[in-house]
């Protein structure tokens, strides 16, 4: 866990955005499928998209249905940071953040469904709050 610090949330009224960044450690950044999921305490965890951070920067990212259009994952290997710009916010998406890798130490291209199984290694989460 001490690999993946995910840090930018905060409150914000709906309409409003944010911009998330998960800071990897190089091992595990590299050539690795990274993703966000979300978590409110009357949820389960939901993913919500991942990019695979290896080949062509951005050429492999999946959303879900929910953020489509609003949110967009990308990433910095200088920075060995993944970004998830939350645009357009809504109330519904307020829930803590999570940032998570499928291994400690990359691994296979991201395949769509995001499923929380699929990703082995977790940061702590970071806290969105969208007010009506």
């Known amino acids: 866990q001490g690999d993946l610090l995910a840090s930018g949330g905060g409150s914000v009224q709906a309409g409003g955005s944010l911009r998330l960044s998960c800071v990897a450690s190089?091992?595990?950044?590299?050539?690795?499928?990274i993703g966000w999921f979300r978590q409110t305490p009357e949820k389960a965890r939901e993913g919500v998209a991942m990019i695979y951070t290896g080949g062509t920067p951005g050429l492999i990212t999946y959303y879900a249905d929910s953020v489509k259009g609003r949110f967009t994952i990308s990433q910095d290997n200088a920075k060995n940071t993944v970004y998830l710009q939350m645009n357009s916010l809504k109330p519904e998406d307020t829930a803590m953040y999570y940032c998570?890798?499928?291994?400690?130490?990359?691994?296979?291209?991201?395949?769509?469904?995001?499923?929380?199984?699929?990703?082995?290694?977790w940061g702590q989460g970071t806290q969105v709050t969208v007010s009506s």
């Open positions: 190089e091992l595990t950044y590299d050539s690795n499928c």
């Open positions: 998570a890798a499928e291994s400690p130490y990359g691994g296979m291209p991201c395949e769509s469904p995001i499923k929380e199984a699929d990703f082995g290694h």
